[in-house]
């Protein structure tokens, strides 16, 4: 991410005690080594850049730092202004805070439809956004250090019974503004079934909120329902954020002993992590009908006009355009980029899992300069 100085000279040079001395050559000959007046046409102004936003979940701020400066490399007159906050988050600045954003990418595709097809915008009369494209995946997982507490016992069979020891910090992203916060409640739900171990849920989450997360079972399907005011206990060992990003750096400061992060951005960072089987880690495919068997509904007002419910399924990133986008061709150029060769060896480099073919929803209103991405799906 770029930081943008703005440089103030005269007031820098003055506070500092500098001034600029000006020649006076020889006065009483009348000649003068002053320099001529600057004429408008002898100056060049350097010409401005367009700003391209671009708002996008946590979990891609890395991949995404490096395609922002490859895309400006070979597009200098764009400016990329890179936003990451937690999916629903991303979303909200484009729904409820109004701001005009260029490209709005998620970490969950089922967020798009859900909460900007059926917003719409008040200037304009049209929904927020008319089709995206699914184009990445990534796969749940545990993430700790050599200094979290039960660091030498856990492993991939008893970590579900290290995590709701006494005294134990586990960190999970707020499931009202992130993905990543409702998947780690399914993950726990899933977990049951996997390891044939009944009360996992229960033994990590219920008991440390001050507003229960509530879990209902109906043969075999599961809801979990999320209160409006999610606050952890005092001393519950859960720590909540607004983003899982957010908990990288608790994890390294030691205030926190694990986290439920996505895989891609725990070797990001060089953590240590238990791999959760696919069955859990809600990155197969093909354990799809399983994951379906999970869902997760929020009691939150700010869902009042669309029904806040998100059903297990195989983790999937979605980008897409706001209809109100400033810069829609720029946008469109930006997004071909990332699913272009270059912007696959970034997301690959980066250790985030990209599709082999891109899945459009709403084919036929996707650009035009992005059809190509969508074979088969476009009307003719």
């Not at 970490?107 to 009369?125: K, Q, S």
């Not at 290290?162 to 134990?168: A, D, N």
């Not at 043969?219 to 606050?231: A, R």
């Not at 082999?356 to 709403?362: A, G, I, M, T």
Request: proline share 8%.
């Amino acid at each position: 991410m770029k930081f943008r100085l703005h440089l103030y000279l005269i007031l820098a040079l003055s506070l500092s005690g500098c001034f600029v001395r000006l020649p006076t050559g020889d006065m009483t000959s009348g000649t003068s080594t002053i320099p001529p007046t600057l004429k408008s046409s002898d100056v060049t102004t350097p010409k401005e850049k367009t700003p391209l936003r671009v708002f996008c979940a946590g979990s891609l701020i890395r991949p995404f730092d490096e395609l922002e400066k490859a895309f400006e490399a070979l597009h200098p007159e764009v400016d990329v202004l890179m936003e990451c906050h937690g999916s629903i988050q991303v979303i909200r600045h484009v729904t409820e805070l109004h701001e005009k954003i260029d490209v709005v990418a998620t970490a969950d595709h089922a967020l798009i439809p859900m909460l900007m097809y059926a917003t719409t915008d008040a200037e304009t009369g049209e929904p927020y956004a008319e089709w995206y494209i699914r184009f990445a995946s990534n796969r749940l997982a545990l993430a700790y250090t050599p200094q979290s507490r039960g660091a030498d016992q856990i492993d991939e069979d008893n970590w579900y019974n290290i995590i709701p020891q006494p005294g134990v910090r586990l960190g999970i992203a707020d499931p009202r503004f992130d993905a990543s916060g409702y998947r780690a409640l399914m993950a726990l739900r899933l977990a049951e079934d996997a390891y044939t171990q009944p009360g996992i849920f229960n033994n990590v989450i219920q008991g440390r909120f001050k507003h229960p997360i509530n879990i209902f079972e109906d043969d075999d399907f599961t809801e979990i329902s999320v209160p409006g005011i999610l606050e952890p206990k005092p001393d519950s060992g859960i720590l909540t954020r607004g983003a899982s990003i957010q908990l990288i750096a608790l994890l390294q400061s030691g205030d926190l002993d694990y986290a439920f992060e996505y895989e891609s951005v725990i070797r990001q960072h060089g953590l240590n992590w238990i791999k959760l089987p696919d069955a859990v880690n809600l990155g197969s495919e093909a354990n799809n009908p399983q994951y379906n068997r999970v869902q997760v509904k929020m009691d939150f007002r700010r869902f009042a006009s669309v029904e806040p419910v998100f059903k297990g399924e195989q983790i999937g990133y979605g980008i897409t355009i706001p209809t109100n986008a400033p810069h829609p061709d720029l946008a469109a150029k930006f997004i071909a980029f990332l699913l272009g060769p270059e912007g696959r060896r970034l997301m690959e480099a980066n250790f985030h899992p990209i599709l082999k073919q891109p899945v459009c929803d709403q084919a036929p209103s996707v650009p035009p300069e992005l059809g190509s991405f969508c074979p088969g799906e476009l009307s003719p």
